[in-house]
Each structure stands twice: as structure tokens, then as C-alpha cells.
């Protein structure tokens, strides 16, 4: 097997356009595993860990630009008050050691409906940079989830960065397991409160082929806190609400039953994963006096 290693991603995109078939490797949490637990032998494996620019991360006109090997560790040491969504999420990934090395880079390569940090991009609109020899592009993360494990990558791509807006109001996440570290969600929700643009952006996880948001809920609970005038006026959310919210998070997701959890439960965890995150958010919002625009 070969092992490339380019120092920089001019050098990468070369290499993986003359051989698509290389592996990329950046924290390797996911990748060795499946080389060590799998029989799955690539051509040739290739090294990102020693581009520089991919561990770089910077903030400008109200988005963080995350290079693509910018560990869970990072994300929640420096860019957590940012994006705190994507924090919350970082700090139940794996263990101390996995965080030090996994990256949301290769999350997003992995693809797996379960990443954990999918359901917070998803909630915020986040977009992924992805290069090939042939230019750099960004695909919305609404598009860049097709399949189990599958993603809208080309064969000669590779992600450079992921673009997240920088909050702009409270923010949630929250996964059910069966315990509280080193666990693979059985489902997971995402939630992040817009109020300059008044909109409700949600992300589940682990309930579906791909990570999905629920649009009808975020277009319910969007529509009732406009008509409702609550963003200004603030206030509790009204019970009812918060109950159709989280009947409509349940009712999007598409779950099977697996050995981590059953269709119904995970329908019925996601129910109380949004009601719960839905009244932090919404309490962390009105109590504090966030700015609205
Ligand atoms: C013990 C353990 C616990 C874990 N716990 C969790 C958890 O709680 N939550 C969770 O979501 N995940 C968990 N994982 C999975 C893994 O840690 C994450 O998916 C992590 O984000 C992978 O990042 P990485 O940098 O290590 O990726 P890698 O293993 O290097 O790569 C993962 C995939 O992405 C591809 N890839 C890597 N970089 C790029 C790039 N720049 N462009 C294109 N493709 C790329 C690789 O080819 C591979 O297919 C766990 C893994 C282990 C071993």
C-alpha cells in the first residue's frame, strides 16, 4: 500500500486526481478501524496531516471557515463560543483521545448518519468546501449527505474546509446512548435559534439514511413564533407548541430498528430531544435577553 504524503493541498489535489482511488487520512479514528477491523485494503493511503492550512481556522463576515483537520479539541477549546452548537456536539464525541485526534473534516467524510457533528451544521446551513484539481466548490450540507456513508464528494475532491455561520443566538444539542461517553448516538438533535433572521434551524442524527433536518418543524415553529410576535415580545413558548414541534422532529425522521436502539424508541427519544432542547433554547433566549434585531 502506498502512503502519500503531501505538504500542502496544491500537492494533495494532484495526487488524488492522479489516483482517486487513495484514501484520505486525517485523524485516522475512522480509517484504522476500518483497516483494522475490515478487510478493506486501499491502493494507497493519503497523508492530509501534514498540510498546515488544513488545521487553520478563521472567522470573517460572520462565518468560521474550519479547516478540514481541525480536531474536536479545538473546535471546543477555541472556536466554541462561536459555534457553540457544534461545541456542544464536539464534547460527546468518542473520548479525550478520539477528540484529540477525529476531526469534523473527517466526519464529513465518513458520512455516517451517526456523525455527531452533523445534526449542528445541518441546524445551522453550514457548507462544505470541497477542491479538486479543478477549482473549489461549496455544497450546502442539505446536499452533500446522499447515502449511507455516502456523500456528494467527486473521486478526485477533497474537503478543504467546512463554512459555518458564527451564532447568532442560542444554540442546542443533544444525543441519546446507553451511557454518557465513548457512545455512538442512538439519535441525536440539533437546534440553533436565529433572531436576526427569525428562523429555527433544526438537525437530527442517527434516525435516517443520512443526517436530516426537519424542515416542517422548523417552518412550524418558525411561522408560530412570528405570528405570535415572540421573538420581540418574549415570553415562555406556549406547551402546545413545543409539544407539535417535537411531534413533527419525530415524525421526519425515517429510523430502523438496529442493535443500538428500535424504530419506535429512537421516534420517541427524538421527541424528547426536541421538546427538551427546544425550552433551553427558547429559555436561554427570552430569560437572558439576547439581542433580536
Ligand atoms: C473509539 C471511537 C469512538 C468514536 N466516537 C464517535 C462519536 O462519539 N461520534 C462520532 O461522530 N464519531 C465517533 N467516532 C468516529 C470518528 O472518530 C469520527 O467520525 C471522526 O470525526 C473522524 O475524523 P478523523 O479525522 O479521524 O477521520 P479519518 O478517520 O481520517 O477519516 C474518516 C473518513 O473521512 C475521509 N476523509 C478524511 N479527511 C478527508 C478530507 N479532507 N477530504 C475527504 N475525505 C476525507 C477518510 O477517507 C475516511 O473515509 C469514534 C471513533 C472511535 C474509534
Known amino acids: 500500500m502506498d502512503f502519500l504524503t503531501p505538504v500542502g493541498w496544491d500537492e494533495a489535489l494532484e495526487l488524488k486526481a492522479s489516483a482517486p482511488d487513495a484514501l484520505p487520512i486525517t485523524g485516522g479514528t475512522d480509517v484504522m478501524v476500518e483497516l483494522n477491523l475490515t478487510a478493506r485494503r486501499p491502493t494507497a493511503l493519503l ?57 469534523v473534516g473527517g466526519n464529513l467524510g465518513a458520512a455516517s448518519p451517526a456523525g455527531d457533528s452533523h445534526p449542528p451544521l445541518l441546524a445551522t446551513g ?30 478526485d475532491e477533497l ?7 458564527i451564532s447568532r443566538g442560542p444554540q442546542q444539542f443533544s444525543k441519546i ?5 465513548m457512545v455512538i448516538a442512538v439519535c441525536s438533535f440539533a437546534l440553533a435559534l436565529d433572531p436576526q433572521r427569525e428562523v429555527i434551524g433544526t438537525g437530527i442524527g442517527s434516525a435516517a439514511p443520512t443526517p436530516i433536518r ?13 405570528e405570535r410576535d415572540l421573538w420581540h415580545r418574549r415570553g ?3 406547551e402546545s ?19 443500538r436502539g428500535t424504530a419506535a424508541y429512537r421516534r420517541h427519544a427524538l421527541s424528547v430531544l426536541a421538546r427538551r432542547t427546544v425550552n433551553w433554547a427558547w429559555d436561554d433566549y427570552w430569560t437572558t435577553g439576547r439581542a433580536a434585531a
Open 126 to 155: 453550514a457548507e462544505v468546501e470541497a477542491a479538486s484539481v479543478r477549482g473549489v466548490r461549496r455544497i450546502p450540507i442539505d446536499d452533500f449527505f446522499t447515502g449511507v456513508k455516502r456523500n456528494a464528494l467527486a473521486p
Open 159 to 165: 474537503i478543504t474546509a467546512v463554512v459555518v455561520p
Open 236 to 238: 415562555p413558548l406556549p
Open 241 to 259: 407548541v413545543v409539544e407539535h414541534f417535537a411531534g413533527l422532529v419525530a415524525a421526519a425522521a425515517a429510523p430502523i430498528d438496529d442493535v
Open 177 to 181: 446512548g446507553p451511557r454518557n461517553a
Open 47 to 103: 497523508d492530509l496531516t501534514r498540510i498546515a492550512a488544513a488545521r487553520q481556522w478563521s472567522a470573517e463576515d460572520g462565518f468560521v471557515r474550519l479547516g478540514a483537520g481541525v480536531s474536536y479539541r479545538r473546535v471546543i477549546d477555541e472556536v466554541g463560543a462561536l459555534l457553540p452548537g457544534l461545541a456542544m456536539a464536539a464534547r460527546t464525541v468518542g473520548s479525550p483521545q478520539i477528540r484529540n485526534r477525529g476531526t
Open 214 to 226: 426537519a424542515a416542517k418543524a422548523e417552518a412550524f415553529l418558525t411561522g408560530e413564533l412570528r
